[in-house]
């Protein structure tokens, strides 16, 4: 069974950094890609970054794109999400969810079976 466990939300200034954290289990994580979304109130979720380890692969969602950074450690099984710069329309639930999708295609949250619980990030302005 393919659990995940986001963590690391919280309140920041605008202009500052929050660090978002994934931990899985269940899966061969060579195989799956690791994605972030985020859904702002009353909003739909939206697909925020993704990461392949195997493939060494990255991306952005052209609004956090040179903000967040997206990272693996394979020992500790976590992914992360380095958030800086950030803005008060960051401010949403972010969930972490992994599958076997097409990086092409890997913020497409409907193609997501397996998805943490969510973390708030809330950013004052």
């Known amino acids: 069974e393919v659990q995940l466990q986001a963590s690391g939300g919280g309140l920041v200034q605008a202009g500052g950094s929050l660090r978002l954290s994934c931990v899985g289990s269940?899966?061969?994580?060579?195989?799956?890609?690791i994605a972030w979304f985020r859904q702002a109130p009353g909003k739909e979720r939206k697909g925020v970054s993704c990461?392949?380890?195997?493939?060494?692969?990255?991306y952005y969602a052209r609004s956090v794109e040179g903000r967040f950074t997206v990272s693996s450690d394979t020992a500790k099984n976590t992914v992360y999400l380095q958030m800086n710069s950030l803005k008060p329309e960051d401010t949403a639930v972010y969930y972490c969810?992994?599958?076997?999708?097409?990086?092409?295609?890997?913020?497409?949250?409907?193609?997501?079976?397996?998805w943490g619980q969510g973390t708030l990030v809330t950013v004052s302005s």
């Open positions: 969810a992994a599958d076997r999708v097409l990086f092409s295609q890997c913020l497409f949250n409907v193609l997501y079976d397996n």
């Open positions: 269940g899966f061969t994580r060579d195989d799956y890609v």
């Open positions: 990461i392949k380890n195997s493939e060494r692969l990255t």
